[in-house]
Each structure stands twice: as C-alpha cells, then as structure tokens.
C-alpha cells in the first residue's frame, strides 16, 4: 500500500456513566491510553484534532490541557460526523508532511446530565435556516428523522419490520460486547438481552414511525484515536490500520430535493473511488445509527443498495457479522445498543480499527476492509457526511 496515514492507537471509555469526571477529563484519560496502546507519549503529538464538544472555544485550550504543542490544530465541528472529517483531514495533514502523530479524542457526559437530545425543544437562536423556518413550529431531532423514515415507507414500500432489524443486529452485536452489556444496565436497560423484531415494534412509539428501539440510547462516553504517518507506523506496537479513502459533504433543504437522500451520495463516492474498491468488497460497515433510518438510508447512499432497496438489503439477518454476504454492521453494538454520549462518530473508527486488528468483541474472520460514516447535524435538514475507507496490510 502507499497510503501515508494509518490509526496507530485507539481507546474507548470503559463506562456509559462518567462516574464524576468531566468530559475533558474523559478525553485526557482516552487520549493518553491511545498514545499508551500506540507505543508513543505526549511529547511525540504534533497535531491535535478537537470538536470543542467540552468546552466553548476548546481550540484555544486543549493543548495547553493536554500539555502538547502541535503544529497542527483543527477545530472543525459538524456533529457526530466530525471525527471522520478529522481523521480526513489528519490523513491530508500527514501527506503534506505537516504533521507526523495526530490525536483525535472526545468526551460526554450527557446522560449523566440528562440531555434530551433527540426530543428536547432547541434553543432559539440569531435568525439562520433552521430558526426561521424550522423551530417556530416545534420540528423535534426526532422528528426530522422521523419525516425521513416516513417518506422512504411510503416512496419504497420500506416496512416497519426492515427497520427493526437493523436495531436486532446491533443489539445482538452488543450483546456480544461486554463493556456494551455493562452499560445498558449502567443506564437503567431494564432487561439488558437479545431482541426481536416484535420487541422493537412493541416498543413505545416516539415519533411515527421510529420506536424507542429504533432510536440511539443516551450515554457518557468518550474515546481516541491516534493517526500517524507511515514512518512512524513502522515503529509502532500494534498492526497500522490504514486510511485508504476519504470523502467530506454537506447536505440541506432545496427546492426538489429527496427527502431520503444524503450527503453520503458524495461523501462515499469520493471515499470509495479515493480507496479504489468498491462498496461489495467491505467487511465491517460502522454507520452512524441514531435512528435506523439513519443506518438504511446511508447504507443506499454509500452504494451497498440500490436507492429505495435497503430494507430487504437488511432484512433476514443479512448484516450480522456472522452471516454471508455481508458487511458486518456496527460490530459494537452501535448508537442503538452501545452507547452514543452525543457525537458518535470516533466510535466508528475505534471499532473499525478493533476489526481490521482481529480484536472485536463480534469479529468477522479475515476482515480486511472497513468503512466508518459519520453523520453530523439531522437527516432531513441539514447534515454533514464523513465517509473513511479503512484497510490492513
């Protein structure tokens, strides 16, 4: 391979609730596990990464908090996606021979602070987009993806139950990972087991046609990623994961637009074409899954079914990670049945990274390539796409 960046280290906070640190906390204590697991310290870091998920303006402090001084600092934030942008823009960074190892990390404490996330009313705002057009009549997060799922049912025939399986993969998944099982009883899971798909569908409704087990649980939680150049990948204690491809996209509201398509369109393409393999040659698909509507219509978008053909892509099992045909989804156990602290998307490319070394908890033998997509922001209105080819020697 002649790719010039690979992941190097990676952690996952253990727990779903913080047990009284602070996010930042949370993010110091993964980040210096993540150098540990690469082999290297704080004074090898030459690039940081944040999304100011911790603190306002988090730009101006974090490498005085983490006692680094990088050549590199970016601070781009676009929701859950924005680990894939950074992992995007390290693996550019490193190229050009500005930086040699890039940190990534996030923490959260929302559950512990009892966010209502996906249901909560937003807060107004200066006038943009989304308050003059969108608030005033009380459009929950929720209630965009709803409107998607909505309209994919009633444009494909999509049905209930297809969506309902991508919530019984993931949660077998997570019923596979022990740090999973750990947390959805931390977070008050009463019956933390396997489900059907009659346990989704008998789940109380929250925004037609979503069910609460089609939607993301609430968690703390935090993580890091260490990216490095192929020089120092040489020297490092773990197997290089790396970055074959990237793609970054933006989507919005237009006059004309499908509801039911996403920046992933672009994003994925972009990745793909980038890697040079194609959608069928993947393994591991760790997809943004805040809803499952969120994981079908990205799966379309990314090439691995045709638009409009998701739902009996994901029926019947098909994207368990002991199943044929493949890929294998959300090996973790997800958004829906891990964990989701309110930006996801580093998750994607720690479990990903844990597959392509043969570590995960739900391991698809001989995985060679994986693909991690974040999205940021709401389906249905505005929303950013991180799209990252990821593969072993």
């Keep these: 391979m002649t790719t010039a960046a690979a992941i190097a280290g990676i952690h996952e906070f253990e727990k779903r609730t913080a047990g009284g640190l602070s996010p930042l906390q949370i993010k110091a204590e993964c980040a210096a596990r993540a150098l540990e697991d690469a082999g290297l310290t704080w004074p090898d870091v030459d690039a940081v990464y944040d999304a100011s998920e911790a603190g306002r303006m988090q730009g101006l ?54 966010r209502a996330i996906g249901t909560g009313a937003r807060p107004a705002a200066e006038p943009q987009p989304s308050s003059n057009m969108e608030r005033p009549y009380g459009l929950t997060l929720i209630g965009s993806y709803a409107m998607v799922a909505r309209r994919h049912m009633a444009q494909y025939g999509t049905t209930p139950e297809q969506l309902a399986e991508i ?22 899971i009463r ?4 489900i059907t798909i009659d346990d989704v569908l008998g789940s109380r409704m929250i925004a037609d046609p979503l069910h609460l087990l089609e939607c993301c649980i609430v968690s703390d939680g935090g993580g890091a990623v260490v990216i490095v150049s192929r020089e120092v990948a040489a020297g490092i204690r773990t197997r290089p994961v790396w970055i074959l491809g990237t793609g970054e996209a933006l989507g919005y509201p237009a006059s004309g637009a499908d509801l039911t398509t996403t920046a992933a369109v672009r994003s994925g393409t972009e990745a793909f074409g980038q890697a040079g393999v194609r959608p069928e040659e993947i393994d591991i698909a760790m997809i943004y899954d805040s809803f499952t509507i969120t994981v079908l219509a990205i799966l379309e978008d990314l090439g691995f079914a045709k638009k409009g053909e998701g739902g009996p892509f994901a029926a019947g099992g098909r994207l368990a990670f002991d199943r044929p045909g493949g890929p294998a989804l959300n090996t973790d156990g997800g958004g829906l049945s891990s964990n989701h602290p309110g930006m996801r998307g580093i998750f994607l490319l720690i479990e990903a990274a844990r597959q392509l070394r043969g570590e995960s908890t739900a391991q698809v033998p001989g995985a060679r390539l994986a693909v991690a997509h974040g999205n940021g922001g709401q389906l249905g209105t505005r929303h950013a796409a991180g799209t990252i080819v990821l593969g072993r020697d």
């Design 61 to 114: 402090t974090i490498a005085e908090y983490f006692g680094v001084t990088p050549r590199v600092l970016d601070t781009t934030a676009v929701g859950g996606s924005s680990y894939e942008f950074h992992a995007a823009h390290a693996a550019r960074d490193i190229a050009a021979g500005k930086a040699n190892v890039a940190l990534l990390s996030y923490g959260s404490t929302a559950h512990s602070q009892s």
């Design 167 to 188: 919530a019984v993969t993931t949660r077998r998944h997570a019923m596979r990972n022990p740090q999973a099982v750990a947390g959805l009883a931390d977070i008050g």
């Design 191 to 194: 019956t933390v087991r396997e």
